[in-house]
């Protein structure tokens, strides 16, 4: 086995050479990827870096995922303007479960070792881990690039912060990594873990580094904690017209790392239309995706309802509040954004656009009202 048939689309392969050594030992090689468990969701962007275990996977080496929920408690800032928020344990505990049952989607279950690095940080002691920050220096840690934008800002970083590379590399010491991945965003956490091992007489871990897929706005990388993103177990729909709010610029690598491959037209909406099919397919079958570009086409190309429309009972009066309608009936955040969205014509009544907050409840009885354009409604009198 050559090391490119385990590492095709990696920005990274450190250091040179050494991945071809590894794999001389004629061995199962431990294979690490750490997980972030601060949100249950997988999304593109990570099935993406799943699919590259996988590889390694189906090449016969073990998969080791670490769920972090010991450093979750700390907040990893990789690529981060300030420190993540922490959740509590139960929140973890069950978004770690959600996440493993999402990842055996892609990968095999059975050869899949799961660990949570609380078995070991949680462990050790106070002096044990003031020994271990002996092999950092913080002018080492400070020429991580988020990190040096802050120092060199005046943003505060938490001592908390800094020691999560040193858990993190402490991750790789503990399972005995042969090699860890990650998005390149992650290269200085994947190079402590290298170094660690190294000054603990361990052979140190083989880093390999994957793009990072951007989110919807195109510009961030697709982040749960961005909200930018699109989840594996999302429903069709919702993955077809996110798929198609994308910018044109974003095209090509979402071909590339979505589906393997390039665009099949210059034009970008027959493009985008086609690299929404693909994804909808992958993930969800071909009658789904046929599903979601008919709903997309019908009801955002040609602003016309669904065909399956969720009805509701109308509540008690001869008029009815539209704005309290909207926010208890169809999910508008609240009265006073509704009222802004019918000021700016997006509500209407059976395709009708409605301007008057109060409506007559005959008017409403059995119509279909649309808010925005994709939130519809049938409203039946009680």
Same mark, same amino acid.
Request: net charge negative; with cysteine; aromatic share 6%.
């Given at each position: 086995?050559?090391?490119?048939?385990?590492?095709?689309?990696?920005?990274?392969?450190?250091?040179? +050479?050494?991945?071809?050594?590894?794999? =001389?030992?004629?061995?199962?090689?431990?294979?690490?990827?750490?997980?972030?468990?601060?949100?249950?969701?997988?999304?593109? +962007?990570?099935?993406?870096?799943?699919?590259?275990?996988?590889?390694?996977?189906?090449? &016969?080496?073990?998969?080791?995922?670490?769920?972090?929920?010991?450093?979750?408690?700390?907040?990893?800032?990789?690529?981060?303007?300030?420190?993540?928020?922490?959740?509590?344990?139960?929140?973890?505990?069950?978004?770690?479960?959600?996440?493993?049952?999402?990842?055996?989607?892609?990968?095999?279950?059975?050869?899949?070792?799961?660990?949570?690095?609380?078995?070991?940080?949680? @462990?050790?002691?106070?002096?044990?881990?003031?020994?271990?920050?002996?092999?950092?220096?913080?002018?080492?840690?400070?020429?991580?690039?988020?990190?040096?934008?802050?120092?060199?800002?005046?943003?505060?970083?938490?001592?908390?912060?800094?020691?999560?590379?040193?858990?993190?590399?402490?991750?790789?010491?503990?399972?005995?990594?042969?090699?860890?991945?990650?998005?390149?965003?992650?290269?200085?956490?994947?190079?402590?873990?290298?170094?660690?091992?190294?000054?603990? +007489?361990?052979?140190?871990?083989?880093?390999?580094?994957? $793009?990072?897929?951007?989110?919807?706005?195109?510009?961030? =990388?697709?982040?749960?904690?961005?909200?930018?993103?699109?989840?594996?177990?999302?429903?069709?729909?919702?993955?077809?017209?996110?798929?198609?709010?994308?910018?044109?610029?974003?095209?090509?690598?979402?071909?590339?790392?979505?589906?393997?491959?390039?665009?099949?037209?210059?034009?970008?909406?027959?493009?985008?239309? @086609?690299?929404?099919?693909?994804?909808?397919?992958?993930?969800?079958?071909?009658?789904?995706?046929?599903?979601?570009?008919?709903?997309?086409?019908?009801?955002?190309?040609?602003?016309?309802?669904?065909?399956?429309?969720?009805?509701? $009972?109308? $509540?008690?009066?001869?008029?009815?509040?539209?704005?309290?309608?909207?926010?208890?009936?169809? &999910?508008?955040?609240?009265?006073?954004? @509704?009222?802004?969205?019918?000021?700016?014509? &997006?509500? =209407?009544?059976? +395709?009708?656009?409605?301007?008057?907050?109060?409506?007559?409840?005959?008017?409403?009885?059995?119509?279909?009202?649309?808010?925005? =354009?994709?939130?519809?409604?049938?409203?039946?009198?009680?």
């Amino acid at each position: 086995m050559q090391p490119a048939e385990v590492t095709r689309d990696a920005v990274d392969v450190l250091p040179e +050479g050494a991945l071809d050594e590894k794999l =001389k030992l004629d061995r199962p090689l431990r294979v690490k990827l750490g997980v972030d468990p601060t949100s249950p969701d997988v999304h593109l +962007g990570f099935a993406y870096v799943l699919e590259r275990l996988a590889d390694f996977q189906r090449a &016969g080496h073990t998969i080791v995922l670490i769920v972090g929920d010991y450093t979750a408690r700390i907040g990893d800032p990789s690529g981060r303007s300030k420190e993540r928020p922490v959740l509590d344990d139960v929140d973890l505990d069950a978004n770690a479960r959600f996440f493993a049952e999402q990842a055996y989607t892609i990968l095999d279950r059975h050869q899949t070792e799961v660990r949570f690095n609380g078995e070991w940080l949680g @462990a050790l002691s106070y002096g044990e881990v003031v020994r271990l920050c002996r092999h950092f220096t913080v002018a080492r840690l400070l020429e991580r690039d988020d990190f040096a934008k802050r120092f060199g800002a005046h943003v505060p970083i938490s001592l908390s912060e800094l020691l999560y590379p040193v858990m993190q590399a402490y991750d790789s010491v503990a399972v005995e990594a042969d090699v860890e991945i990650g998005g390149t965003d992650q290269l200085y956490n994947l190079l402590a873990g290298r170094d660690l091992m190294e000054h603990l +007489g361990l052979d140190p871990q083989v880093v390999v580094t994957y $793009p990072l897929l951007v989110g919807l706005d195109g510009r961030e =990388k697709m982040s749960k904690s961005r909200g930018n993103y699109i989840g594996i177990t999302e429903p069709p729909e919702q993955m077809f017209g996110k798929v198609m709010s994308i910018p044109d610029e974003a095209l090509e690598q979402w071909w590339r790392l979505c589906l393997g491959s390039e665009p099949p037209a210059t034009d970008p909406m027959k493009s985008k239309l @086609a690299l929404a099919a693909g994804i909808v397919t992958k993930w969800k079958g071909p009658q789904a995706a046929a599903a979601a570009e008919l709903h997309f086409t019908r009801v955002v190309r040609r602003h016309e309802a669904p065909e399956d429309v969720p009805e509701e $009972p109308l $509540p008690e009066g001869d008029t009815i509040h539209l704005p309290a309608l909207l926010a208890n009936g169809m &999910g508008i955040g609240s009265t006073s954004e @509704a009222r802004r969205l019918i000021a700016q014509g &997006g509500v =209407k009544i059976d +395709g009708e656009v409605v301007t008057e907050l109060d409506v007559a409840r005959d008017r409403l009885a059995g119509a279909v009202v649309q808010a925005g =354009k994709r939130r519809f409604k049938r409203f039946r009198a009680a």
